[in-house]
Every structure is written in C-alpha cells, then in structure tokens.
C-alpha cells in the first residue's frame, strides 16, 4: 500500500469516526408527531384555540374557484379528526386570527378585499369590507386589550385597524411604498409592527397603536422579511426571512440587530411562533419540508422535524407547548409533497 492510499484511508476512516461522533452527540428527538390531518381544501393558515380546545383552519377550495362555497375546518385538538365546518360562502379564506376573550374568528378574504369576522358560538359573521379598491392583504392579528384588529395590506400600503366590538375597518395606518407582509402587536407597549418587502433594507414599521403614527423603523437588511413572532417578556422581535434563510432577532427598545440564525440553505422560514415558557422559536421552513426548533437563549437549532410537506403557519398551545402546523400543497410546477394540504399536530416531549 502506498503512502498516498494510507492517507486517503486514514481520512476516509477519520471522517467515519466524526460522523459517528456527532450522530451518538444529538440530542434524543423531544418532539413527535402525534397526528396528521388531511383536508379536502388548498390549507393555508391555522390558529389554536385554548378555550374550546379546537383548531381552525382556512384556505379555498382547489382551484381558488370564486363561484364555489368555501369553509373554515374545525379540528379536534386532540386527535385533529373534523369536528365541524363554518361556510363562508364565495370568499376565499386565507388569513385567520382568534379573538380568544370575545371567542371570535377574523379570516382574510384576500381576493374579495374583506375580511369575516366570526362568532364561534353562534357562527354569526359580519363580512367587513376593505376601504381601499386595490389592497391586497395577507396577516391578521389581535389586540384582545383594546378588541382591535389588524390587517396587513400590501397593495395599498398601510395596516387596517378593525374595531372589534362595531365589526367595522376604523382607519388605516399607512406609509407610502411599503409592501407590508408581516405583522404583530404588542398591546402592552402600544406597538404594531409591520415588515416591509419593499427594499432591501428589510424595514420593520412601528406604529404606536394609540395614535395611528408610524414613529420609526429597524432594519433587518435582509430582503423581504415575511412573518414576526415576539418575546413581549425580553421585549425582542423574532422575524422569518425567507430569502435569506435566517430568523432575526431584534431589540425591540433599540431596533438593534442580536443575532441572526442562518437555519441552511433553501430552507425558506415563513410561519413562526415563540414559547414564552420554554423559551423556544418554531419555524417553519418551506423549501426544506420542515419545522426547526431554536433555542432563544443560545439562538442555536436544537431540532429539526421533517413535515414531508410545505409548513406554512404555526400555532402554539401556550398551555402544553403543543405546536399545530399547516402544510401546503406544491404549486402547479412544484413536486408533489405526501403531506400537502395537512394540518400536524406536534408534541413537545419535554414539557
């Protein structure tokens, strides 16, 4: 044996024993998943609701046909088995939000510029319409504080501010050019925050809630931030960029950057959700089929849970650490997923 095919074994050896190394080195897996749910509609978002114990889920009929009669799912916590469905007839549901004081569901009917607000007792709904012909909104979010609603719109650039208890759009906070995407409230400090895709500076937009005013904007200098989770505790902000593949966080008293966490290449984190009581973010990681789990304290990836479709949105039972997740189904190129169209039920083990 020559000296040169010593060495290339030795290596060969050597990368074996590091491979093990780090295999015997993981951590066992602290998450299962307990449940898959397949739905007769293209999934989009989902929220959880501690109350009933039930998961809502929107998203149209295939084909986004505007002549047929949609519906929200509601699923069982437990074993997610279709306990009921909600009509909403011809307007395409995409974006959902819960209103967990009032018991009422907000769904974003993104085509029609409307959003239903809906009364989970009685399935009463109130169709309320945009104030602007060409929006084009996306997320929805809740301040149960104040019973206010908001809508990001990123056809007309601004934030629809809903009064809950009227079920009527109140007013708009705007900035000229933005292409707001993302969106969230911290009702304790006053704040909404929007991402903005329309530069690559990757601008958050903080409006103070009280007055409608945007007061400033942090930079992530990522392209397009999409979606934002918080730490209201810590007072940071948890911003999914799926161009650039990192979760970043941000100082919320400052607007500084603390850290990026770069989750791989292609992976295309969305949806995401904090756990307050176990200091942990989830996210959903698109083009890799997957849902990371970071630790917020050390911003490392401790796990990775292949959804075997496209993870979309997060929802979080504060209570057990439950996470439910929506998986979408591939576009009209894309390979088809075994999981797509699906809502998954994950389990924390440790908690």
Known sequence: MNKRTSLFLCACALQ?????????DMPDMNYEIAHTQKLPNEVYQLVYNPTNHKVYVAGPKKGFNREAENFIYELDGGDLRITDSISVGKNL??????????????????????????????????????AHAKSKIRELVVDESTNKIYVSDHGNPSIWQVDGNTNTHEKSLSHDKAYLLGLNVDSQRQKVYGTDGQDMKG??????????EMEKS??????????IALDLKANRLFVSQSNDNNITV???NTGNIVDKVYLGYDTSPIGLAYDAANELIYTANRS????AIIDAKTYKVIERIPTEGLPNTISLDQKTGTIYVTNKE??????PVENGNTVMKINYKRG
């Not at 018991?103 to 319409?129: C, E, F, M, R, W």
């Open 93 to 130: 549901p995409f974006g959902i939000a819960l209103n967990n004081k009032t018991q009422t569901l907000y769904v974003g009917h993104s085509l029609q510029n409307a959003i239903s607000a809906i009364d989970i007792q009685s399935k009463k709904q109130t169709l309320i319409p945009g």
């Open 250 to 252: 941000v100082d919320g």
């Open 203 to 212: 601008n958050i937009l903080v409006f103070n809630s009280a007055t409608g």
């Open 288 to 291: 890799k089929q997957e849902v």
């Open 330 to 335: 591939a576009g009209r190129n894309g390979e």
């Open 218 to 227: 942090f930079q992530t200098w990522s392209y397009c931030p999409m979606n």
């Open 16 to 24: 074996g024993v590091i491979a093990f190394g780090q295999e015997q």
